[in-house]
C-alpha cells in the first residue's frame, strides 16, 4: 500500500498544533517524501541541538540491516550512545518520532535515558532474561501513546481523573478552553490522528501549571512543557506501570473534531468510558 505524503493536512489539523513551531521551520517538499538528508536538516535549524543524556547530537540514520545480538545496538542503546536515531523513508511512524524530538527534546532524551538504563541493568544482571518489566510497558505506552495536559484549574483535572467526560468536556467546555491544553506526544497516536476515529485515546501525563503559561505563545508553552515532562520522566518514582497514565479520549477535547459540538457526541459510552480513577 503506498503512503501518502500530505503534509498540509498535518499542518492544518488542530490535533497536530504542538508540532507547528517545528514544522515552520522545515522546508521539506509539499507533494513528496522528504528524504533523511530533509530530515537531518530539520534538526540542524533548531535554535538548540537535540541531544540525548548522554551528551550525543541526535542524527538521523537509517535503521540496521540486521539484527545485533550486542543489546548496545538496538534501537534505545543506539540512540543512547551514538545520537543515532533510526528513521525510515516514507514512514508517518518515524516522520512523527523525528518531530517529537524536535518539539520535546528533553522529554525524549529522558524517556530513552530510562529506557537505556533499563536495558542495561537487565544485560548485565545474572536474570537477563527476566521478562520486559511494567516500567519499560509505562515508557512505551507513553512515548507510543503519549499526550501531554496542561491544567491551570485543578477542578478540571479532577474530572478528567474522574472520568466525568459530559461535565468536562461539555458542561465546562469553556473553561476547558481556557485553562487546559492537551498535546499528542507519542507518534503513534500521531500516526493514529491521521485518521481520527472515535474511539481514538491517548495515555496521558497531566502537568499543573499557573494561568500564566497558558497566556504564552504556543512555542513557549511547549518548552515549559518539555522542561515539567522531562523532570518527571527524570524521577525514577514516576511513570512506574501503565495505571500511572490517565486515559485521555482526545477528541472529546473542544475544537479536536467538529463532532464534538454537540452535548450528544459525550453520551457514547464506547468512547467517553466511565471507569476507574487514573492512579495518577
Given at each position: 500500500?503506498?503512503?501518502?505524503?500530505?503534509?498540509?493536512?498535518?499542518?492544518?489539523?488542530?490535533?497536530?498544533?504542538?508540532?507547528?513551531?517545528?514544522?515552520?521551520?522545515?522546508?521539506?517538499?509539499?507533494?513528496?517524501?522528504?528524504?533523511?538528508?530533509?530530515?537531518?536538516?530539520?534538526?540542524?535549524?533548531?535554535?538548540?541541538?537535540?541531544?540525548?543524556?548522554?551528551?550525543?547530537?541526535?542524527?538521523?540514520?537509517?535503521?540496521?540491516?540486521?539484527?545485533?545480538?550486542?543489546?548496545?545496538?538496538?534501537?534505545?542503546?543506539?540512540?543512547?550512545?551514538?545520537?543515532?536515531?533510526?528513521?525510515?523513508?516514507?514512514?508517518?511512524?518515524?516522520?512523527?518520532?523525528?518531530?517529537?524530538?524536535?518539539?520535546?527534546?528533553?522529554?525524549?532524551?529522558?524517556?530513552?535515558?530510562?529506557?537505556?538504563?533499563?536495558?542495561?541493568?537487565?544485560?548485565?544482571?545474572?536474570?537477563?532474561?527476566?521478562?520486559?518489566?511494567?516500567?519499560?510497558?509505562?515508557?512505551?505506552?507513553?512515548?507510543?501513546?503519549?499526550?501531554?495536559?496542561?491544567?491551570?484549574?485543578?477542578s478540571l483535572t479532577a474530572l478528567l481523573k474522574d472520568f466525568q467526560w459530559k461535565?468536562?468536556?461539555?458542561?465546562?467546555?469553556?473553561?476547558?478552553?481556557?485553562?487546559?491544553?492537551?498535546?499528542?506526544?507519542?507518534?503513534?497516536?500521531?500516526?493514529?490522528?491521521?485518521?481520527?476515529?472515535?474511539?481514538?485515546?491517548?495515555?496521558?501525563?497531566?502537568?499543573?501549571?499557573?494561568?500564566?503559561?497558558?497566556?504564552?505563545?504556543?512555542?513557549?508553552?511547549?518548552?515549559?512543557?518539555?522542561?515539567?515532562?522531562?523532570?518527571?520522566?527524570?524521577?525514577?518514582?514516576?511513570?512506574?506501570?501503565?495505571?500511572?497514565?490517565?486515559?485521555?479520549?482526545?477528541?472529546?477535547?473542544?475544537?479536536?473534531?467538529?463532532?464534538?459540538?454537540?452535548?450528544?457526541?459525550?453520551?457514547?459510552?464506547?468512547?467517553?468510558?466511565?471507569?476507574?480513577?487514573?492512579?495518577?
Amino acid at each position: 500500500m503506498t503512503v501518502v505524503w500530505d503534509i498540509a493536512q498535518v499542518q492544518a489539523s488542530p490535533l497536530f498544533a504542538a508540532l507547528r513551531p517545528v514544522l515552520e521551520q522545515a522546508e521539506w517538499p509539499q507533494q513528496q517524501w522528504p528524504a533523511l538528508p530533509e530530515y537531518q536538516a530539520l534538526l540542524d535549524c533548531l535554535p538548540q541541538p537535540v541531544r540525548t543524556a548522554s551528551g550525543a547530537r541526535l542524527r538521523v540514520a537509517p535503521p540496521a540491516l540486521e539484527k545485533s545480538q550486542d543489546w548496545r545496538q538496538g534501537y534505545e542503546p543506539r540512540i543512547y550512545l551514538s545520537g543515532e536515531l533510526p528513521t525510515r523513508a516514507s514512514s508517518w511512524h518515524d516522520c512523527f518520532n523525528l518531530l517529537a524530538w524536535a518539539t520535546f527534546p528533553l522529554a525524549k532524551a529522558a524517556l530513552n535515558a530510562r529506557h537505556y538504563t533499563l536495558l542495561e541493568a537487565r544485560a548485565t544482571s545474572l536474570a537477563h532474561a527476566t521478562p520486559r518489566t511494567a516500567r519499560q510497558d509505562a515508557l512505551t505506552q507513553f512515548d507510543e501513546s503519549g499526550v501531554i495536559v496542561l491544567s491551570a484549574d485543578p477542578s478540571l483535572t479532577a474530572l478528567l481523573k474522574d472520568f466525568q467526560w459530559k461535565t468536562l468536556f461539555w458542561e465546562r467546555r469553556t473553561d476547558v478552553l481556557t485553562h487546559m491544553r492537551c498535546f499528542l506526544f507519542g507518534h503513534g497516536l500521531m500516526e493514529k490522528a491521521l485518521r481520527p476515529y472515535q474511539g481514538m485515546t491517548g495515555k496521558g501525563v497531566l502537568l499543573s501549571v499557573s494561568p500564566q503559561t497558558l497566556a504564552l505563545p504556543l512555542a513557549a508553552q511547549l518548552t515549559h512543557a518539555d522542561h515539567l515532562l522531562a523532570d518527571l520522566i527524570a524521577d525514577g518514582q514516576q511513570l512506574l506501570q501503565p495505571r500511572d497514565l490517565a486515559p485521555v479520549p482526545v477528541l472529546g477535547f473542544p475544537g479536536f473534531t467538529r463532532e464534538n459540538e454537540c452535548a450528544a457526541y459525550y453520551d457514547d459510552q464506547r468512547y467517553f468510558r466511565p471507569g476507574r480513577s487514573a492512579a495518577y
